[in-house]
């Protein structure tokens, strides 16, 4: 994502959520601030966020619906291949298995595929397509991916997307995160594709994180694209229920558990992805960021792209603050036209520029406030704050939550430099 779009994490949450779970859509998306997650699939994930509406002040509502099993039976999918032993090596599936485990698990209906990965790519496992019930056509996407554990494992109640607190201002029409049985936590969110409602797209999500930390997201639409073609329902094509089961369904863990293990931090480059070589996958920059947010700042909601970029919205007491960082590699090339003369040029090459200005997607009263950094390898770390928690959204607070002096600390840090934490 072009550092000089600044993200809004609501509209590409819901697809943040993808695109943190997989990177899994090929095209840009929806998202959802107050789950907090970023441009994602613009996926749709590209993206989110963070992962989903534009009406403010909606108490959030419950989501109703009993956890469905799969309707036709809980048969696995059927591996495309299996280690030779027969029995030591876990199974591959192709990007053929995971829409055929797919098909199996929605209703009756014909579903049409756009797009589809396997366990054996660079990238996560994918299905999306287009699913016709006879009610009209709606795109539906299933990103599989797993959540990188901490210290003592993985807590899937933090790792799954938060919803907005209630009393706080929230385009999504609703919202709710529950405990399943077997310690798994699922967030159901139902928002539209704008933020503003600009068009009657609607965008429903399921994001499920288990604690072995098999992470799946799954997205749909009222309409054959998120982005692009005209509405052919009034909603979605899965109910809420439906959607939850589709989500909890086992025969994705299986899937999930015979990816291969992650060998670094940032992915290579593959086709069909928009990654650069060197690109820092957004988990690992979000990680990062929140080493690096003063302690006395609470996390309200967070998301990540799959490459490059992150968000939090914050709050030291007077009110969210939206905080996002880009990282780009390989940058040395348009530095002329990104940095003019009233730029500074630290000792060692760095090259950083400063501005305060008035936000860009209307929110009344926003400001940003934003340190461009550029080190002599090419390296660039742009970090910018908010004086409220969406771009799109009225400012609560006079300034954000972090000064300039904390985001120049942020941006210059050498915890950008390493693959690591």
């Given amino acids: 994502m072009p550092v000089d779009q600044h993200s809004d994490p609501f509209e590409e949450q819901l697809t943040a959520a993808l695109h943190e779970a997989g990177g899994a859509f090929g095209s840009p998306g929806g998202a959802l601030v107050a789950a907090g997650q970023a441009r994602g699939h613009r996926l749709r994930l590209r993206r989110r966020a963070a992962v989903a509406g534009g009406a403010a002040g909606l108490a959030l509502a419950g989501v109703s619906g009993a956890l469905l099993t799969p309707w036709d039976g809980a048969s696995t999918a059927k591996p495309s291949s299996v280690a030779a032993s027969g029995s030591a090596g876990p199974a591959s599936y192709s990007a053929d298995d995971v829409v055929r485990t797919l098909r199996k698990l929605l209703p009756r209906g014909e579903f049409t595929v756009s797009d589809a990965r396997g366990t054996g790519g660079d990238l996560p496992p994918l299905a999306a397509g287009v699913f016709d019930d006879g009610k009209g056509a709606g795109s539906v996407s299933v990103g599989l991916d797993r959540v990188p554990p901490g210290a003592s494992g993985v807590d899937p109640s933090t790792a799954v997307m938060p919803c907005p607190k209630k009393g706080e201002q929230s385009p999504l029409d609703s919202c709710s995160t529950e405990v399943l049985p077997d310690r798994s936590a699922i967030t159901v969110y139902q928002g539209y594709e704008y933020p503003d409602r600009r068009e009657d797209t609607k965008a429903w999500g399921a994001d499920l994180v288990t604690p072995a930390g098999h992470h799946v997201s799954v997205m749909e639409w009222n309409a054959a694209a998120e982005k692009g073609k005209p509405v052919t329902r009034p909603e979605p094509p899965l109910a809420v229920a439906r959607l939850k089961a589709l989500a909890a369904a086992s025969d994705w863990r299986r899937i999930i558990d015979a990816m291969p293990e992650r060998k670094q931090e940032s992915r290579p480059s593959s086709p069909g992805s928009s990654a650069r070589p060197g690109e820092m996958a957004g988990w690992l920059v979000l990680r990062k960021l929140t080493l690096l947010l003063p302690k006395n700042l609470q996390r309200v909601a967070h998301g990540s792209q799959e490459t490059g970029y992150a968000y939090f ?80 959204r009225k400012a609560t607070r006079a300034a954000p939550a972090l000064t300039i002096g904390q985001l120049r600390e942020i941006a210059l840090s050498p915890r950008w430099r390493s693959a690591q934490d």
């Fill in 313 to 392: 919205v914050v709050d030291d007491g007077k009110g969210g603050s939206l905080v996002q960082v880009n990282v780009q590699p390989g940058m040395s090339d348009p530095a002329g036209d990104l940095y003019g003369s009233d730029a500074e040029t630290l000792p060692d090459g760095t090259r950083v520029a400063t501005r305060q200005e008035p936000g860009e997607k209307g929110g009344e009263g926003v400001v940003m406030w934003t340190v461009d950094t550029l080190r002599k390898d090419g390296l660039r770390v742009v970090i910018s704050a908010f004086n409220a928690s969406a771009q799109d």
